[in-house]
């Protein structure tokens, strides 16, 4: 199929793109709707490059009528969505974090063409991965070694802590650390769906979840 781009700016479909817990919410611009737009999906923080959507759209044959969402490239998933009726579009997210632009296109005979828009910030939006995770407190006794063959038991505080599992999860993208300690102890794919103990610092600093990447986000249940 061929595709082209148009990049004249004078045709501008999308505007006050936002997102909101994983909902793509859009409105079309005094009431210029396209015939059919088109969802881009990169990596977070990153927009596409219409000239590169199109050329690898022309290159693989890409059907425009697909309700599928098709692989470009390693960093480029896109799929063609019907305009609803009305002046607003929405699109829940498949996967995160990543960046969601939203083109409109109009047919060309037997091609599509794809229009760019005056400003990026109108169409194109990054969406975060919302992990939620919950908290309980319990005092939990622990054999403390007090000599060769002597032991005795010491109450000591934890928190339970249970991430909600994420398949796209990237390794050691949250951590734990404690106020007054420079130590952080990352969270692995395996920790998550499941609770796990934290013994409190010096018996009083509770743990605290933490972000080491962009586009990951920890949220107290």
């Known amino acids: 199929m061929r595709v082209e781009v148009n990049k004249s700016c004078e045709q501008s479909f999308i505007i006050n793109i936002q997102e909101n817990n994983g909902i793509v919410r859009w409105e079309y611009e005094s009431k210029n709707k396209p015939e059919l737009l088109l969802i ?10 219409a000239d590169e959507i199109a050329q690898l759209m022309s290159e693989r044959d890409f059907n ?60 194109s939006c990054c969406v975060p991965a919302l992990l939620e995770y919950h908290v309980d ?48 102890f990352p969270i692995s794919k395996s920790m998550l769906g499941k609770p796990f103990y934290v013994r409190w610092y010096m018996g009083k600093n509770q743990p605290m979840i933490r972000s080491r990447f962009k586009g990951y986000r920890a949220v107290k249940h």
Do not use: W
């Open 40 to 49: 881009v999906r990169t990596p977070f923080e990153i927009t596409p490059d």
């Open 137 to 184: 407190i319990e005092d939990l006794k622990v054999k403390v070694r007090t000599g060769l063959l002597k032991s005795r038991e010491e109450a000591h505080r934890f928190s339970k802590i249970t991430v909600t599992n994420n398949p796209n999860y990237i390794e050691g993208a949250l951590y734990y650390c404690f106020e007054g300690s420079n130590l952080q």
């Open 64 to 123: 425009g009528s697909s309700d599928n969402i098709v692989t470009l490239s390693e960093d480029i998933r896109c799929k063609f969505l019907r305009v609803a009726p009305g002046m607003s579009g929405v699109y829940n997210v498949i996967a995160a974090p990543a960046t969601y632009t939203v083109f409109g296109c109009r047919r060309d005979g037997d091609g599509i063409v794809i229009y760019t828009e005056r400003n990026n910030r109108h169409h």
